[in-house]
């Protein structure tokens, strides 16, 4: 049986960096696109961004996973972004893909990542579904990780953070973007079909979050309990 193949994918960012990603296909024909976003400070090389690309691209799937402007492989400085570039990137992978190989249909989307995916079927044509594995309702939900610096970053204007034992400059701007986003405009008004994964043994990110992302979004929608 023949397997699948990655191929590296390179395109123009929010801030007009070169941002890297991998496009994964299929062993034969291509039955849709597919969009990943990965969690907050993570990379498309990630367990869970390349495990389900892969899996995905074994079923019929070609899926891009880059990583987001000052992330992985990706130029750029991370300081410098916030949720709204995240989005602005995803959009701007999509319509990469567009232009250069298939538009795609199916947005799927890990922690932070999860949540930046909903605001992508507003901005985009064709968009069919979006999926959300363990992600937060809001993205201010990730202020938490940024205590005990909150103040300083607030007082000075930006501060270093350590994020899973790496360090990050955080500036203000940041702050102020994570709080303005209102989600659930974005998920009463979403134009596809969604599928929400959590684990209710997910001491990040709540189970109570997939409970509001479900709430607040019109039909079709389907929730899976990640047990385990």
Known sequence: MSSTRSEKWEFTGSQGDRLAGLLELP?????????????????KDSFAAARIARGLAARGFA????????LGASDGEFANTNFSSNV????????????????????VGHSLGGTAVIGGPRRLGGIKAVVTINAPHEPAHVERFLEPATA??????????????????????????????????????????????????????????????????????SFVSLEG
């Open 27 to 43: 062993p034969g024909e291509v039955k849709a696109v597919a969009l990943f976003a990965h969690c907050f400070t993570c990379s």
């Open 63 to 70: 899926v891009l996973r880059f990583d987001f402007t000052g």
């Open 88 to 107: 602005e990137d995803l959009v701007l992978a999509a319509r990469a893909l567009e232009a250069d190989f298939t538009t795609p249909s199916l947005l």
């Open 152 to 221: 300083e970053i607030q007082a000075r204007g930006e501060a270093t953070v350590r994020l899973a034992g790496r360090p990050f400059q955080i500036k203000r701007q940041f702050l102020e973007d994570i709080e303005s986003q209102k989600i659930d405009e974005h998920l009463a008004h979403l134009g596809a079909a969604l599928l929400v994964f959590h684990s209710p043994e997910d001491d990040t990110v709540a189970i109570e979050n997939a409970q509001k992302i479900y709430q607040a979004a019109r039909h079709p929608k």
